[in-house]
């Protein structure tokens, strides 16, 4: 069922109608019963789906649905028709897509509300409104799905050159999960919480930028890939320990030059990765982020199984430090990585 709203009756404000049929395509006009008949789909798996999605529950003789909920319905069932999902899969394809496109629509909320607020009066419902939101739209929608569309290419071109990697395995059918062997790093922003304290909320919002611009420069650059940040903290994945370290190494050294950002702390680990609607699981990641947690400013630490990866090789030195207890690991063995003298 599609993204149709957010907010139903008692969740604050409603949208006027005018403003509701630019974004929705046309009014409300069938209950959750109309729709899960009209498209063919039991009742109950209807709602489940709409759940999924992050929406409120609605009671069932609220007419608040629109034809786009009928045919994002009709879809799903051509998807599960097609054999590319399951029933099972469609609810977890929705869980996915409702938590990723949810805090893109809070974001472009919130730039409307600024574009509202420079702009002068454009009240919801308003004629300037209504018409920059009717042209603005399609431009919004045609980026989303420009980029949408290279991420796409860009996946399948790694998954039809290199098959199925060595030790990968899928799950079943539509669930969105595969395991492989993969470097998991996090790199957080030492003294945040302190230095948050001393920063207004424009001077704050500033430095996350700052952060999150520099990081994703980096691991973009090192052939990584940017899973999510979190406040101050972002979490990547890279297909070899060696392109992990040196994103990891690269990270501190920026933070370092850049006496707009705080120093950061990087924890590395190898090992199985469950990969499930572009988010990552396992002993790796878990390990990668106590490593984070215990390690020093400006340093980076790595499991003993991504530093026999690295063993060997001229352009790493590596440390083994006492054992350290944490959470989940009574006897975890950090490896301080750096850059060997005279590597470039």
Known sequence: MSAAHAAEPGDGARLPESVEEVLLGGGRVWTRREVAARAGVEFERAVRVWRALGFPAVDDGARVFTDADVEALLAGERLIAAGLITEHGETLMARALGHH????????????????????????????????????????????????????????????????????????????????ERAVGFTDMVGYTRMSRGLDGAELVRVLDRFETMTGDVVAEGRGEV?????????????????????????????????ELPQVRTGLAHGPVIGRFGDVYGAAVNIAARLTAVARPASVLVNTTLAGELAGMAAYALRPLRPVSVRGYSRLRPVLLRRAKGAS
Do not use: N
């Open 101 to 180: 496109l949810s805090r893109l629509a809070d974001w472009q909320v919130d730039t409307l509300r600024d574009w509202m607020a420079r702009d002068g009066d454009h009240s919801p419902g308003g004629r300037a409104l209504l018409d920059r939101m009717a042209a603005l739209l399609p431009e919004i929608e045609h980026l989303q799905r420009y980029v949408w569309h290279r991420h796409l290419v860009a996946y399948a071109g790694h998954a039809f050159a290199e098959g199925r990697p060595e030790g990968a395995v899928a799950g079943p059918a539509g669930d969105g999960a595969h395991v492989r």
């Open 227 to 259: 899973v999510k940040t979190i406040g101050d903290e972002v979490l990547f994945v890279c297909e070899s320990a060696a392109g992990a370290a040196d994103i990891g190494l690269e990270l501190t050294a920026r933070a370092l030059a850049d006496p």
